[in-house]
């Protein structure tokens, strides 16, 4: 099965998230913020310019393509109901 933009493999999505990753944090740099972290001190908000609103568009889209595919159909539909059931207390 070949790859094409609407159908990436693993490979492709994690190169996409790199890549978007790489431009955000070095936007982030060249406006004098820190990079992206979960530390208390890490900005509430980012720079709303179009590369970084692009780049998170990008990373948003591509990490929720990789987790598709990482689970697999089966592991994914598995995953949404164990998610459903755990959040709504059903045993």
Not at 9 to 23: D, M, R, W, Y
Not at 44 to 54: A, K, S
Request: charged residues 10%.
């Amino acid at each position: 099965m070949e790859s094409s933009p609407a159908n990436p493999t693993l490979i492709e999505l994690a190169n996409q998230i790199l890549a978007s990753a790489t431009v955000l944090t070095d936007a982030l740099k060249a406006s004098g913020q820190p990079p992206p972290s979960f530390a208390a001190d890490s900005p509430v908000d980012y720079p709303e310019t179009p590369e970084i609103q692009q780049a998170q568009a990008v990373l948003a889209q591509s990490t929720t393509d990789l987790f598709h595919l990482a689970l697999g159909p089966a592991g994914f539909i598995r995953y949404q109901v164990f998610t459903v059931w755990s959040r709504n207390g059903v045993p």
